[in-house]
């Protein structure tokens, strides 16, 4: 499986592609595509964000499941999902 990331500009929030198209902030609510489809939606989804001025280095990454449980293959897209590792009162992982 895949999901869909992107730096939003108005902020540089983190955030993941949801269902429907829209922008979600919380991986939770990232929709998992399949290696076959996520091309596709990916290139979809970077023209939309271009035309739209809404976020930059939009690209997808592989999911994993543990415990039955959707998580990032790679420990860059954790911390990318949870916020910063130096104070874990900052950023997702803080709410």
Known sequence: ???ITANR???GEVVFLGE???WVESFAEAALFQR???DAVLADA???AEREQFGVDIYAFEVVEEDG???PATMRERI???GPTVRLDLGKQAA
Do not use: N, W, Y
């Open 1 to 3: 499986m895949k999901a």
């Open 9 to 11: 500009l108005r902020d």
């Open 20 to 22: 429907g198209g829209r």
């Open 36 to 38: 076959s489809e996520a």
């Open 46 to 48: 970077k023209a939309t």
């Open 69 to 71: 449980v959707p998580v």
């Open 80 to 82: 990318r999902t949870a």
